[in-house]
Every structure is written in C-alpha cells, then in structure tokens.
C-alpha cells in the first residue's frame, strides 16, 4: 500500500507565497501537483521526475509557481509565488510509475488533498 500524503496549506494573502509538502511511501515516484477549485476539473499543475532532472508545468503557473524534491526525505514541494484569489483550491499531490508529465490518468497514487486559500 502507497501512502500519499500533502501538508503546509492554509490561508494567505494576496500576493503572498504558500509551500506545500508531499511525502509518498515506497519506492522514488514520478511526482505531481494537481489542484481542483470549487465547481471545476481538476488541474496539472506541476510535475518532477523520480531524479528530480526533469520537470513539468501547467503554462497558467509556470514562472510563479515551483516543484522541487528532496529524495533523502522522500519529499516533493510546491513553491507557490504571487497568489491570488483564483489560486483557492484544493491541492493534491500524486505519484506516477511513469511520468510526471500532465496525464491525470497516469498517476497511480493520490493524496487526500490539502486545501490553500487565497484572500483578496
């Protein structure tokens, strides 16, 4: 059994900057973030390979936000820069044996969900 499991959402200003954490059991995983806003799809937003050499991003976030990871923790992070309101959603993170591109249906593990909420 894969544990998946987010930490470090909550509320923040405007323009401020949030850091999300994610920890998967068991082996090293393509990893990605994805997050769902009231009454919409859920969304890629940013992906990183098992090494950690390569990385991925939706274009609505690429330049404020940031995924890095620190395989000796087994940890992957979500750096978010500049937020905004639209940022309110709820973020999960999910492990992939494959890719850690934006193809949802190629994660095979989920996290619960952490929610971060933007204030204007």
């Known amino acids: 059994q894969v544990h998946v499991r987010e930490s470090g959402g909550g509320l923040v200003q405007a323009g401020g900057s949030l850091r999300l954490s994610c920890v998967a059991s068991?082996?090293?995983?393509?990893m990605g973030w994805f997050r769902q806003a009231s009454g919409k799809e859920r969304e890629f937003l940013a992906g990183?390979?098992?090494?950690?050499?390569?990385?991925s991003y939706a274009d609505s976030v690429k330049g404020r936000f940031t995924i890095s990871r620190d395989n000796a923790k087994h940890s992957v992070s979500l750096q978010m820069d500049s937020e905004q309101p639209d940022d309110t959603a709820v973020y999960s993170c999910?492990?992939?044996?494959?890719?850690?591109?934006?193809?949802?249906?190629?994660?095979?593990?989920w996290g619960q969900g952490i929610a971060g909420t933007v204030s204007s």
């Open positions: 068991g082996r090293t995983y393509h």
């Open positions: 999910a492990a992939s044996k494959i890719t850690e591109k934006s193809y949802e249906h190629l994660y095979d593990y």
């Open positions: 990183i390979s098992a090494s950690g050499g390569q990385t």
